[in-house]
């Protein structure tokens, strides 16, 4: 994503099936059963994924394997037996792959044969495993671009501060991810515009992921939570700054527009939901006087009156969970002093 001031993306939203391949039931959203026979609704994905897992395990690549099966997870019920055999049959084949090592009689072999050229070909070879491990450094490289650009922006321990908040927030969707089951990569930050969690939503439902989105707004409430009590602890003006800018930044990601956080749990609330939100945000905006909250009635406002599809049935756990991270970073915007990102 391309988030604006700050945003953070940690959804990829897939084309749902709106209709059964097997029986043409119209099907809710998010549904992994059709409700009228029973049939898997993405069973052409798992077929393809399953092929592609089996093809991998013949040529010995048991690490990628393991991965195509754990990418059928999110298509399937949690508590199914097809879902149960992924999980365990994941865990044997992490087990294989820790057990093999390296051959370097091999590549001593193919040195030489190829004489003077065979250390360049024994390079040529590992480059893909050291460009993959280039790849995974994405996080760590793209965090300490970040805080630079931070660092010069606000200074250095308010700019590691803020980095640091950000980094908070997005490993509450990561692992938020992570314990439901499902594949995830470490966050990846873009320096000046936001952060977000590359994950496979397919298949998840939607309360799933509104859970997931909310619980990044959830960690930077407890970032915020800290940074306040250190600053009652001290006295230290920098403790509150980066308190308030918690608060802040995670109220912004809960406007419920396009791919933020708040968008995103925004797609698991019915219509009378959404009118119950836009009149607490209200509410909260008329007794903390914090405007923040009114830009996030103005999104469910959007949310009301303009809004495509909705979902098939309410999700009172999403409205309260959505409620209660809302009102708690008013209350901790209020209480600490200072106005916008910090004092």
């Not at 043409?24 to 959203?29: D, K, M, R, T, V």
């Not at 093999?100 to 003077?116: F, M, R, T, V």
């Not at 360049?120 to 050291?130: D, E, R």
């Not at 918690?246 to 956080?261: C, E, F, K, M």
């Amino acid at each position: 994503m391309k988030p604006q001031t700050f945003a953070s993306v940690s959804t990829i939203t897939p084309e749902l099936i709106r209709n059964c391949r097997r029986c043409s039931h119209e099907l809710a959203p998010g549904a992994l059963v059709c409700g009228q026979c029973h049939a898997l609704v993405h069973s052409e994905k798992l077929d393809q994924l399953a092929a592609e897992a089996k093809q991998l395990e013949a040529q010995g690549d048991l690490r990628q394997a393991r991965e195509h099966w754990l990418m059928g997870l999110p298509l399937l019920p949690a508590n199914s037996r097809q879902a149960s055999w992924i999980q365990d049959h994941a865990r044997s084949l992490d087990a294989a792959a820790n057990q093999i090592q390296p051959a370097p009689k091999s590549e001593n072999k193919w040195a030489q044969k190829l004489g003077p050229v065979g250390p360049v070909a024994i390079l040529l070879a590992k480059s893909k495993v050291l460009l993959t491990a280039i790849f995974k450094l994405k996080f760590l490289l793209s965090f300490v671009a970040f805080i630079g650009i931070y660092w010069a922006a606000f200074g250095m321990w308010f700019g590691v501060g803020f980095a640091m908040l950000i980094l908070i927030h997005e490993m509450g969707h990561f692992i938020d991810i992570k314990r439901r089951g499902l594949p995830a990569e470490m966050p990846v930050f873009l320096p000046g515009l936001g952060a977000y969690v590359r994950w496979q939503a397919l298949g998840v439902p939607l309360e799933t992921r509104a859970a997931i989105s909310l619980a990044g707004p959830l960690a930077g409430l407890f970032a915020a939570l800290a940074c306040a009590a250190l600053w009652w602890q001290t006295g230290n003006p920098l403790w509150a700054a980066l308190a308030r800018a918690s608060a802040v930044l995670n109220l912004l990601n809960l406007i419920p527009v396009w791919v933020l956080d708040g968008g995103q749990a925004a797609l698991a609330l019915s219509k009378t939901e959404r009118i119950v939100l836009l009149s607490i945000c209200l509410a909260l905006w008329l007794v903390l006087g914090e405007n923040m909250f009114f830009l996030v009635a103005l999104g469910f406002g959007y949310q009301v009156f303009f809004a495509g599809h909705l979902p098939a049935r309410p999700s009172r756990a999403t409205t309260i969970y959505f409620a209660a991270v809302l009102t708690a970073l008013g209350v901790m915007a209020w209480l600490i002093p200072g106005q916008g990102l910090g004092n």
